[in-house]
């Protein structure tokens, strides 16, 4: 009898080590990494008249990013942009760098740079690098109305714009999201003496631009970046752009 059991404790034991093992070498095949190359889109500026500005804000996103894992030694091949991590996001983020500004920098398309940076996760190391390449914003609408006015190709490639704007009677705003975009909201923002205050229309609406100083038009993209994941609720965010997908445009009235 003993001899049976202890066959069949060995018999069962191999088939336990049979069903573990795949789950064991899954689970060491799940090193953290990211793409080899991608294409991040810089936006032009150009809030009040005679400021032409470009900026550019994207993520590298990371696969099998641990909860626990640490990134360290960021770095970039081209000295006008840097990245760092951002809390509760499975990516590192891409802006400018301090000699960016100190030399009034302006993005070109095809400008190019390399992150690399290491991954601390389950004991190891590993050390990934993106080449990014920068490309101006594609459009986010196929229109953009403001009265009888469409601004559409005035506006594509900036995340802020300017004009002069009538402020008689009420005027109509209305946007069309172009291709993989999506809009949510649009708000005015009034100045009054040392009052200041926002109001949400909605879209095709008619309203009063009397003191009004921008309208902003909060939107998200429907295609999501490659190795992306929802943020975890310690990401900080903007009233109403509850992920990285979300972004806005401001109009800037003078």
Not at 149 to 157: D, L, R, T
Request: charged letters at 20%; proline letters at 4%.
């Amino acid at each position: 009898m003993k001899k049976m059991k202890k066959t069949l404790c060995g018999f069962l034991a191999c088939l336990l080590l049979v069903a573990v093992t795949p789950l064991l070498a899954n689970a060491a095949a799940k090193a953290p990494a990211c793409p080899q190359t991608q294409t991040l889109y810089f936006e032009k500026l150009a809030p009040v008249k005679n400021v032409n500005q470009t900026s550019v804000s994207g993520y590298i996103y990371i696969k099998n990013l641990s909860s626990t894992a640490t990134i360290t030694n960021i770095k970039s091949s081209n000295k006008y942009y840097t990245a760092y991590t951002r809390q509760g996001l499975n990516a590192i983020q891409i802006c400018e760098s301090n000699k960016f500004y100190m030399k009034n920098h302006k993005i070109k398309a095809g400008e190019k740079s390399t992150f690399s940076f290491v991954v601390n996760q389950n004991g190891k190391s590993y050390k990934l690098s993106c080449k990014v390449t920068f490309k101006q914003h594609p459009a986010v609408f196929k229109s953009f109305k403001v009265g009888s006015k469409n601004y559409a190709s005035a506006i594509k490639g900036y995340w802020q714009y300017g004009a002069k704007i009538s402020r008689s009677g009420k005027t109509q705003i209305k946007a069309t999201a172009a291709k993989n975009y999506k809009i949510d909201f649009i708000e005015i923002a009034y100045r009054k003496g040392n009052k200041a205050f926002t109001k949400k229309i909605k879209n095709g609406q008619k309203a009063s631009l009397k003191n009004a100083t921008a309208i902003t038009v909060t939107y998200h993209t429907t295609k999501k970046p490659q190795y992306y994941k929802a943020p975890g609720s310690d990401y900080y965010h903007y009233e109403g752009q509850p992920t990285p997908l979300y972004s806005d445009f401001q109009f800037m009235l003078w």
